[in-house]
């Protein structure tokens, strides 16, 4: 267990960060897949912007990988184009 002090707060910060990430990965994750089953293309052109929006931004907060990233935006990419 941590004695020093600010081995508790790195404690307390890393457990809100983890929660936070958890969260939004998840959150990502579930607009990938509603945007994977959608076969409208006018519905699934609005979205692909948003979920592009929100792999950018766990990209950037190092959540995901920035290459995981891109391999995720081009494959959905190519889902929305052949509808």
């Known amino acids: 267990m941590a004695h020093h002090l600010s081995a ?3 404690i307390r ?3 809100s ?5 958890k969260y939004y990965a ?3 994750r579930n607009a990938v897949k509603k945007l994977r089953e959608t076969t ?3 519905a699934a052109s609005e979205q692909y912007p948003q979920v ?3 792999l950018d931004k766990l990209a ?3 959540v995901i990988h920035k290459n995981k990233a891109s391999n995720l935006k081009s494959k959905l ?3 929305v184009d052949s509808l």
């Open 52 to 54: 592009v929006s929100m």
């Open 13 to 15: 910060q890393t457990e």
């Open 26 to 28: 998840r959150t990502a």
């Open 60 to 62: 950037r907060n190092n």
């Open 77 to 79: 990419a190519k889902h």
């Open 17 to 21: 960060k983890r929660l936070n990430n």
């Open 8 to 10: 508790k707060k790195r």
């Open 40 to 42: 409208n293309k006018e």
